[in-house]
Structure formats: structure tokens, C-alpha cells
């Protein structure tokens, strides 16, 4: 059959993929099987809209907003300081003994699609919390919850970088991720003008209708990611699990490449944890549901703005992606913490803040694409396994040390905290320009 047959019988699927792979044959593989690469375009789109689809979720059930609100709302206050080291920590710290028991398995997609199932029942279960309970019991019904969403959730980053790593070639992850976080932050953008639209308070039907949709949400990125044409993996290692995570952790200290790319990952959590005390910092001059649309809005149309551009970009060089990010979120720290000591925390009216965080936000998906797909081009079958449940698992308890030390230094005030932060990534920026070049030259 002739190149000009092939190109006249392509399905959708395989002339969307090409268009957007902007290849000739959209089927050039070079690190995948010869039987994964047919299923290479069907494989791109179930896995672009399952990441769609949770990135919606996660919106709707944000422990920065929604569930800080909610726990507020149904008189449970004190426990908001819990809802983000839980979301985060929770599900990164289990990461050693799921990456062991799951190395165990040749197929992995059924792990992504479980922990998909899982994060939809944790929802429903928090849903269920707001309907029928009140105060602390429906507040201690929601974080309980959240701690099994999270662990859920830690089966589903570990098994994404693996299936990703087996069905999508290399050269064609970054802009698979950029395309979920643009569709992603486009459609939350739509959803926060939907949510803040008015300034009245949701009522309890409203939060817990919202819940129920962010379930639906899961479950039907389960159902597509089970479809997944996974081709079988290697499964050496596969011995006890705690004993194998446990012996992981020899990573950090045979692999230096990787150890690191752990401590640049570490430095580089200043684009994570500064936002929030940027929005600290605007709610103190304007305590209102437009303030905290306007963060949302921002953040969404950020991710939308960049995340393909980071793509792009990442499968170049991602090592490149995670250096200019780094660069961006440190210098907008500084200058916020430079700002708020010369200035005093009112500086530049309402638009100053919004503004940074924006540019934090644009700075913090080029970080996050750029380490996540430098790590999946670092190694391939089990190691890749390997690296991302040891990478995750450390990196949540560093997590929670930084909260800790964040916490302290934020006695002193909100813009000591952007200080440290401010020069945390200025290191993690030095660190990565040490780092190895991994895609493809050209």
C-alpha cells in the first residue's frame, strides 16, 4: 500500500495526532516497541482526556479553595490547615511501596484507572459528609476522606509515568501534558467564572452537587484510561513490597543523576508554596469571593497561556523548561518579598499581587512539565518505576519539613516566607543548569 493509501485511510484519531505531532509519520518511534507504536495516536488522546478530566476534578475539590470554603462552611474551620500537607504529602509518601507492588504487574494502566475509581468515591464520600453530617463530624467525614483520595491518587502518579513512558514516544510526552494543562486550565477557567459569577455564599446543595460532579469526573477518566493498548512491561524486582521500596532508596546514593534531579525537584517547591502566601497577602487588602475568583481565574488562564507553549518547549530540552520556570518563580518572589519590606504589603493597590501570582503560575506549570517529563525521559521500564516512586516519596516528606519551616518563618511575616522561598528556587535554578541534557538534539 502507498505512503498517499495509508495517509487517505487514516482514522481521525491518526490525522489529529499528526497534526498536532507535526511529523510527516505521525508513527516515528524511537524508544517504543514495534507493536506499541500503532496504538501511539489512539493511546495520545485517551490519556489527553483522562488528564483533562482529572485536572477539571481538581479543580472542583481544590484544598486551596473549595475545601478550605466548604470546611468553613459547615463549621469546621481548624481543620483547613490540614487539607494541602495531606492532599500533597499523602499522596507522595506511600509512593515507594506502590512503586514496589506495582513493579510486580507487566500491565500498569489498571493502577491509574483503580486509583481513578478511588479519588471518585473519596469525593463522594466527602460529598456524602456535607449532606448528612454538620460541624466537626462533617469536617472529620471530609478529611478523612481526603486522606484516601490522596492515597489513591499516589497509585495514579506513579503508574502515569509508566504507562506514558510505554505507550508515548519520547519527544511527544511534554506536549501530551502541555495539551492537558491548556484544555484543563481553559475549561476551569469557564468553570471559575460559572462559580464566582455573583458574590452570594453557596449553599450545602451547591458544594455537594459540585462533589458529586467531580466523582463523575473520575470515573469517566477511569473508564478511559482503562482503555488504554498497554503492551506488557518488565517485572523483575517484583519481590515484597516494602522490602523493595525500602531497597529503592538506594537510588539516591548509587544514582547521581537522579539524586540530582531529587534535589533540584526539592528546590524548585518555591513555585508551589509561594502562591498561597500570595494570596495571603492580597485577601488581607481585599477579603471577598472576587478577590479569590480572581486568583482562580488567573491561575487557570496561566496553565491555559503556557502549558503547550511548556510542552513544546519540553521536548527540546526539558532540563531548559525546568531552568527558565525556576528563573521566573524565584525573581517574581524576590521581587514580591523586596516589594513587601520597602513598600508594606499594600504595594501597588489590588493589582500587584493577582498579577505576580499569575506569573507565578505561568512559571510553576513550565517547573512541574519540565521535571515531569525530564523524569520519564531519565530512564525506561522499571527504573522509571523506580525514580518516580522514590522522587515522589522523598519529596513528600521534604514537603512536609518545608510547611514546617515555612510555618516558623512565617511568624516573622508573610514576605519572609517569599524571601526564603525567593532564594530557595534562585538554588534550585543554579542546580538545574547542572543537569544532564536528555531529548532528542535537532
Known amino acids: 500500500m502507498s505512503r498517499n493509501d495509508s495517509a487517505t485511510q487514516a482514522s481521525p484519531a491518526d490525522q489529529l495526532y499528526s497534526l498536532i505531532a507535526n511529523e510527516e509519520d505521525a508513527r516515528v518511534c524511537t524508544d517504543l516497541p514495534d507493536e506499541a507504536c500503532h496504538e501511539i495516536p489512539r493511546n495520545f488522546f485517551l490519556i489527553l482526556f483522562s488528564n483533562v478530566l482529572t485536572k477539571l476534578g481538581d ?111 519520547k519527544g511527544r510526552r511534554g506536549r501530551l501534558s502541555g495539551l492537558a494543562t491548556t484544555l484543563g486550565g481553559s475549561a476551569t477557567a469557564v468553570i471559575t467564572l460559572v462559580l464566582f459569577r455573583d458574590q452570594g455564599d453557596p449553599s450545602m446543595l451547591f458544594y455537594t452537587l459540585l462533589l458529586l460532579l467531580a466523582a463523575a469526573l473520575w470515573v469517566i477518566a477511569g473508564v478511559l484510561f482503562a482503555s488504554v493498548v498497554e503492551q506488557q512491561g518488565e517485572t523483575s524486582g517484583g519481590g515484597n513490597a516494602i522490602r523493595e521500596a525500602v531497597k529503592s532508596l538506594s537510588l539516591l546514593r548509587d544514582d547521581p543523576p537522579f539524586r540530582h534531579f531529587v534535589v533540584t525537584r526539592a528546590l524548585l517547591l518555591c513555585s508551589a508554596l509561594a502562591a498561597p502566601y500570595l494570596v495571603v497577602l492580597a485577601q488581607k487588602e481585599a477579603d471577598s469571593s472576587w478577590t479569590l475568583g480572581f486568583f482562580l481565574l488567573a491561575s487557570s488562564l496561566a496553565s491555559s497561556i503556557s502549558a503547550s507553549v511548556w510542552g513544546w518547549m519540553a521536548d527540546r530540552s526539558s532540563r531548559r523548561v525546568m531552568i527558565r520556570g525556576a528563573a521566573i518563580a524565584s525573581i517574581t518572589c524576590l521581587v514580591v518579598a523586596i516589594a513587601t519590606f520597602v513598600a508594606g504589603s499594600g504595594f501597588g493597590g489590588l493589582w500587584f499581587y493577582p498579577v505576580a501570582f499569575f506569573v507565578l503560575s505561568i512559571a510553576h506549570a513550565g517547573v512541574r512539565l519540565g521535571r515531569k517529563t525530564y523524569l520519564v525521559d531519565m530512564a525506561g521500564g522499571n527504573k522509571r518505576t523506580d525514580y518516580t516512586a522514590v522522587s515522589n516519596t522523598v519529596i513528600g516528606v521534604l514537603l512536609l519539613a518545608t510547611g514546617a519551616l515555612t510555618a516558623l518563618v512565617s511568624l516573622i511575616s508573610d514576605g519572609a516566607v517569599i524571601l526564603v522561598l525567593g532564594l530557595m528556587g534562585l538554588a534550585g535554578t543554579v542546580s538545574a543548569l547542572k543537569m544532564k541534557e536528555l531529548e532528542l538534539p535537532g
Do not use: H
Not at 123 to 149: H, P
Open 59 to 169: 479543580l472542583l475539590v481544590s484544598p486551596k479553595t473549595v475545601l478550605a470554603w466548604l470546611l468553613a462552611a459547615v463549621g469546621a474551620p481548624a481543620l483547613v490547615a490540614w487539607l494541602v500537607p495531606i492532599r500533597e504529602s499523602g499522596s507522595m509518601i506511600p509512593q515507594l511501596a506502590i512503586g514496589a507492588w506495582m513493579r510486580r504487574k507487566p500491565v500498569r494502566k489498571w493502577f491509574w484507572a483503580g486509583g481513578s475509581f478511588g479519588q471518585a468515591i473519596s469525593v463522594m464520600a466527602m460529598a456524602a459528609s456535607v449532606w448528612f453530617l454538620e460541624g466537626y463530624a462533617a469536617g472529620g467525614g471530609i478529611v478523612a476522606a481526603l486522606v484516601v483520595f490522596s492515597l489513591a491518587r499516589g497509585f495514579c502518579s506513579v503508574a502515569m509515568k509508566d504507562v506514558q513512558g510505554k505507550t508515548i514516544p
